[in-house]
């Protein structure tokens, strides 16, 4: 698995790349989450499935994807819909648009599973924190719990949606998630790279 350093060292990489202008597409930057996620990643197998959002970098490289490989999609203008059929990866530049999605591969696996009582496979959704405020979420997890699927949805909260702050798009003083059991995942973290692009405007050729 890949280390915080490397992490970083590969999203900066990508950062010159966009502010040199050769990448010709908007990309989404991580920062200031990688223990975070090195944390959870210790429990996601190489079998596992894993469903990313348009900021999904972080999460290609620790399932272990090659990072060459990445970055020539990245280059190719294909940073929000990062595919990889071999690694079980998969992404959606859609707000809530890949919940569904891996609701429906938990359901197959449970189905496939329930002979042998035993799941072999799991899924990881990552959303955001805007993601995790709507009612998709609230239906996927309502569903997924209630079936005891193999599922576990994290939310990845720094606060924004967007550039506008999560508590400032829904009114409300305190940005809360209800009772939630095992198969939920929070963690909040400072975020340290800009939503789209890498905070500057770029002159492209």
């Given at each position: 698995m890949?280390t915080?350093?490397?992490?970083?060292a590969f999203?900066q990489?990508?950062?010159q790349?966009?502010?040199a202008?050769h990448i010709?597409?908007p990309i989404?930057?991580?920062?200031?989450?990688e223990d975070a996620?090195?944390?959870?990643?210790q429990?996601v197998?190489?079998?596992?499935?894993v469903?990313?959002?348009?900021?999904?970098h972080y999460?290609?490289?620790?399932?272990g994807i090659?990072?060459k490989?990445?970055k020539?999609?990245?280059?190719?203008g294909?940073?929000m819909?990062i595919m990889s059929?071999?690694h079980k990866f998969?992404?959606?530049?859609?707000?809530?648009g890949i919940?569904p999605?891996?609701l429906?591969?938990?359901?197959?696996?449970?189905?496939?599973?329930r002979e042998?009582?035993?799941f072999?496979?799991m899924?990881?959704?990552?959303?955001g924190?805007?993601?995790?405020?709507t009612?998709?979420?609230?239906e996927a997890?309502k569903?997924?719990?209630s079936?005891?699927l193999?599922?576990?949805?994290v939310?990845?909260?720094n606060g924004f949606?967007?550039?506008?702050?999560?508590?400032?798009?829904?009114?409300i003083n305190e940005?809360?998630c209800?009772?939630?059991?095992?198969r939920?995942?929070?963690?909040?973290?400072e975020?340290?790279e800009?939503?789209?692009?890498a905070?500057?405007?770029v002159?492209f050729?």
């Amino acid at each position: 698995m890949m280390t915080g350093e490397e992490l970083i060292a590969f999203e900066q990489d990508i950062k010159q790349e966009f502010l040199a202008a050769h990448i010709h597409a908007p990309i989404h930057l991580s920062g200031g989450n990688e223990d975070a996620l090195l944390g959870i990643f210790q429990d996601v197998k190489p079998h596992d499935w894993v469903f990313s959002t348009w900021r999904s970098h972080y999460h290609a490289l620790l399932k272990g994807i090659d990072p060459k490989w990445l970055k020539d999609e990245i280059m190719a203008g294909r940073s929000m819909s990062i595919m990889s059929p071999e690694h079980k990866f998969f992404s959606s530049s859609i707000v809530g648009g890949i919940i569904p999605i891996a609701l429906g591969v938990a359901m197959g696996i449970e189905r496939m599973a329930r002979e042998e009582q035993l799941f072999k496979e799991m899924v990881w959704c990552f959303v955001g924190d805007m993601a995790a405020s709507t009612g998709v979420f609230y239906e996927a997890y309502k569903y997924a719990d209630s079936r005891d699927l193999p599922i576990v949805l994290v939310e990845e909260d720094n606060g924004f949606s967007s550039d506008t702050p999560t508590r400032v798009v829904w009114g409300i003083n305190e940005h809360h998630c209800p009772h939630r059991r095992t198969r939920f995942k929070q963690y909040k973290y400072e975020r340290t790279e800009a939503h789209c692009g890498a905070g500057h405007w770029v002159t492209f050729a």
